[in-house]
């Protein structure tokens, strides 16, 4: 009599539960020792993220432009800046383009690279064109050919400033909440007072403030500073993705 010999084929439900349970204790182990790392590698980029964007901001509040000559100095165009931020149509934006090494505009900054410059296939990146981080007001002429597709790079980010008012008799810092938001005051540093004016009185005088940077949902120029349903608004954007505490002085 000829027996039939079955041959075993794949694995027990045992042995397939066994296994499971070896890889989950792996990722386990893996996620324990890598999973801080990873948390600690996002916050750093996030931190130099946030740092460019504060540095820019102030690097660009300290300093008044050929063809700004709505103001008086810079600590003017700081205080106003700081004062219409809340508005839309004075708000701030920070944001990277492509731009021509050497070409400037009006107002010193460096040319948009166009589109031709950004795709020849004989020109280099960071050598005929380079990346420029600025802070401009969103009524400025230069936002036509820095925010078009191909130029900007990354995230446009709204900047929203608020005072930090020192209250009598305290050495704390607190929001502006009292309806003086969009007229910051400025702190007089002879005596360390309070006081609400314009940006010519007190020659000693600083603000501080409390700045808030929001990410737009689009970084090219229509939507951008476009207005009417569908636009972009402060009430809109959420939390704000970073916020630090400085202080302007004169």
Known sequence: MRKNISSRKGFSLVEVVIAIGIVAMLLTTFMAVFGPAQKSINK????AEANRLVHTLENEMAILRPEETDYTTSFDKAFQWISGSHDKGKA????QYQAIPDKENNDGTLEAAGIAVINGTQNIPGVDYITQTVARRIDASTLSDELLPGVVQGRVYAVRMTQLYKKVGSNGLELLKNGEELKPGIVNSSDDTNVL????EYDDGYITLQVEFFPLNNNLHAYV????TGS?????????VATQNIAVRR
């Open 225 to 228: 500073v476009g207005s009417g």
């Open 44 to 47: 750093a980029l996030g931190a």
């Open 197 to 200: 004016g314009n940006s010519v």
């Open 92 to 95: 701030i934006l920070v944001y």
């Open 232 to 240: 972009w608004s402060f009430d809109k954007l959420g939390s704000p």
